[in-house]
């Protein structure tokens, strides 16, 4: 069965301070794994998207990595801001015998960054 | 910011009652999808679409319906809406390419009781 896990399931962290969060999963046969950030009564929004191949990919103050070997994933915020508390959700996108492909979320970690 | 758009964004209502979640994209995607979320929990899609007149159900089973008469338009319906359908719905469409983005509405959060 595809799995998505993250951890930690909630943080709290001082404005200014680096973090990183963590998706482990256990999809195949593997497409893409998407980093998503979804604010309270929002519908997500992407932040990077990493193919096989990918081992690192940046956008402002996130950064995401992939080991596609070890099937997991990591999203360091550099700097953190107020407006970066949110979810943070990790999608693996699997292909799909039917065609497409099938997306598995996981259940997000809750980042509340504080003055 | 995605052009895909859901109304209302909050409905509270009465046991019994028949509701319809809107949801409509401009970007002439083909594929749409609709999300049940519950709070600090996973998305579960519930329904998706790849096309005119095309729906399917999802992984998680739901007593909503679906329909897609045009492109840009994939309504939500509740026939007779229970306390155990409150939940956040959100819609999504994406482009044809596989690995092109889902682009996520603002989602429905709805409250019956």
């Known amino acids: 069965k595809n799995q998505v896990e993250q951890s930690p399931q909630s943080l709290i962290i001082l404005e200014g301070k680096n973090c990183t969060l963590q998706?482990?999963?256990?999809?195949?046969?593997?497409?893409?794994l998407r980093w998503y950030k979804q604010d309270t009564g929002r519908g997500p929004v992407s932040l990077t998207i990493m193919t096989f191949s990918e081992n690192t990919k940046s956008n402002g103050r996130y950064t995401a990595t992939l080991d596609a070997d070890t099937k997991q994933s990591s999203l360091h915020i550099t700097a953190s801001q107020l407006s970066d508390s949110a979810s943070y959700i990790c999608v693996v996108s699997a292909l799909w015998t039917g065609g497409g492909n099938k997306l598995t979320f996981g259940t997000g970690t809750q980042l509340k960054v504080e003055l | 910011e995605a052009d895909i758009y859901q109304t209302p964004r909050y409905l509270v209502i009465g046991t019994g009652k028949k509701i319809t979640l809107e949801c409509s994209q401009t970007?002439?995607?083909?594929?749409m999808y609709w999300y049940q979320q519950d709070p600090g929990m996973e998305l579960h899609l519930i329904h998706y679409?790849?096309?005119?007149?095309?729906?399917e159900k999802g992984d998680l089973s739901s007593e909503s319906t679906v329909s897609r008469i045009r492109t840009e338009h994939f309504p939500l319906t509740l026939e007779s809406a229970r306390p155990s359908h409150t939940s956040q719905y959100l819609c999504a469409s994406k482009g044809y390419e596989d690995g092109s983005e889902q682009y996520f509405g603002p989602g429905t959060r709805l409250t019956v009781t």
């Open positions: 970007m002439g995607h083909d594929k």
């Open positions: 998706c482990n999963y256990t999809v195949s046969p593997f497409s893409n």
């Open positions: 679409s790849y096309g005119v007149n095309s729906t």
